[in-house]
Nanobody, 123 residues
């Protein structure tokens, strides 16, 4: 399964971006989904996750209240709405999928990964 992430770009601090992620086959409703990010020189870290039905979400403390993960199974897409962006949010953002109802905050629990989309927040 290939995941296609899109929506990254350059934005000023305080601005917003929306990332999208869709699987190449099977429907997104099959998977628990997560977003992770990796900044230059840093390890990959958890950002947000959503269970298969969309009823349960998880967020890293650093993005809570600013980012919102959601899914539209009819459109076969998962979103990460990012608001009040900060320079420290600059990173490559990856979406990930696991063929389970429950999503997790641990990257090792995901089976499929997208290629990443770069988000750059200028000060």
């Amino acid at each position: 399964v290939q995941l296609q992430a899109s929506g990254g770009g350059l934005v000023q601090a305080g601005g917003s971006l929306r990332l999208s992620c869709a699987p190449s086959r099977r429907t997104v409703s099959t998977y628990g989904m997560g977003w992770f990010r990796q900044a230059p020189g840093k390890e990959r870290e958890f950002v947000a996750a959503i269970n298969r039905s969309g009823g349960i979400t998880y967020y890293a403390d650093s993005v809570k209240g600013r980012f919102t993960i959601s899914r539209d199974n009819a459109k076969n897409t998962v979103y990460l709405q990012m608001s009040s962006l900060k320079p420290e949010d600059t990173a490559v953002y990856y979406c990930a999928a696991r063929p389970r109802a429950v999503a997790t905050m641990t990257s090792d629990n995901y089976d499929y990964w997208g290629q990443g989309t770069l988000v750059t927040v200028s000060s």
